[in-house]
């Protein structure tokens, strides 16, 4: 029993990490993060309204962020297994489904050709106003090079975050009696609660900080993991990894800066420099050096290094599986 179960979770993976590089998440359909944003929606409104002291919006920040990841997991398992119930066919498309919209590879792709597309043809208004939808930082007045910068920035901080973490955790979960559903959709909360609260400007600084330092912690394996998959994939991991221990603890993201520079240094290129947000600037530390700029292909091998990275993790994801089964079965 034990070892079909096994096999049947190397499946689910393989479909779900299949979809989300066929289709990724389709426009106008519904989306687990949907909900999940809703319900921080709600709670941060509520807590906000009642004007507490900054201890006060910590302690029930710490609340908001248990609930709602609590919550997705839970979600996550009563809606499987109902499916599971009902058929075992619908439970498999749900299981999947579910799966798949953890994943956000063929999302980050879209985001990146949604952006290069205009760029290439010289049309930077355009480029310009479909890279405001993806990144913080203001967009009006960027060169060409600023704006290969912004994408490649992007495509490299979310695939771990948004691609390789929650791999992670999927397959994490799958060697748990939950599976991998609930624990994937878990993190997947945790990194939402960052991305809505997790500021340290008002109104979030003290509601979004239990958020911001959850999320860091659940990301940091899996961030280091990711830079240690990128190294070896670049064929140069002693240089890869120098320049990560060199450059990235300069960054005051725990994680972002660690995954950002192993994809620099992968590609040959530096990244960091000065942002505007809001009008105010920022400056970013550099990451890298800057031995090839950055062009929309170096873009393109960076996401493709992406690809290979959630081969490499299903592969050994899928075997530890299988070998788990084989071992049942003795």
């Known amino acids: 029993m034990m070892s079909a179960l096994w096999f049947e979770r190397a499946g689910w993976l393989l479909l779900a990490a ?40 910590k ?5 908001l962020g248990l609930a709602v990841i609590g919550g997705s997991g839970w979600v996550g398992l009563a809606v499987v297994t109902l499916a599971q119930r009902i058929h075992p066919g619908l439970g498999l498309f749900v299981t ?21 597309d205009p760029l290439e043809v010289g049309d930077l208004a355009t480029a310009r106003q479909r890279l405001g939808r993806y990144v913080g930082r203001d967009t009006d007045t960027l ?13 490299s901080e979310n695939a771990t975050d948004g691609v390789m973490a929650p791999m992670f955790y999927a397959l994490l979960g799958s060697l748990t009696p939950l599976g991998p559903v609930p624990v994937a959709l878990a993190y997947k909360a945790a990194s939402t609660l960052d991305s809505m609260v997790g500021y340290r400007e ?3 600084t003290h509601l979004g900080w239990f958020s911001a330092q959850l ?16 190294a070896l994939l670049s064929g140069r991991p002693r240089r890869v990894l120098a320049l990560c221990r060199r450059d990235a603890p300069a960054d005051p993201s725990p994680n972002a800066g660690w995954s950002e520079c192993a994809y620099a240094a992968a590609l040959g290129v530096q990244l960091g420099g000065m942002n505007t947000y809001r009008g105010q600037p920022k400056a970013k530390p550099m990451l890298g050096d800057p031995a090839q700029p950055i062009t929309p292909e170096r873009i393109r091998r960076g996401m493709a290094l992406t690809r ?3 081969l490499l993790w299903l592969a050994l994801g899928v075997g530890s ?9 003795l």
Not at 322 to 329: D, F, N, T
């Open 308 to 310: 290979w990275a959630v």
């Open 143 to 155: 060169d060409e090079s600023e704006i290969l910068r912004a994408v490649m920035e992007t495509i």
């Open 321 to 329: 599986l299988a070998l788990l089964a084989e071992l049942q079965g």
């Open 59 to 63: 302690i029930l920040g710490v609340g």
């Open 96 to 116: 999947v489904v579910l799966l798949a919209s953890c994943f956000a590879g063929r999302s980050l792709r879209r985001a990146a050709e949604d952006v290069l």
């Open 18 to 57: 299949g979809i989300d590089f066929v289709l990724g998440d389709p426009w106008g359909w519904p989306h687990p993060v949907q909900g999940i944003g809703w319900a921080i929606t709600q709670g941060k409104r509520g807590i906000l309204a009642l004007k507490l002291a900054p201890l006060g919006e």
């Open 202 to 204: 008002d109104p979030y």
């Open 215 to 230: 999320e860091d912690r659940l990301t940091w394996v899996p961030c280091r993991l990711t830079v240690l998959t990128i």
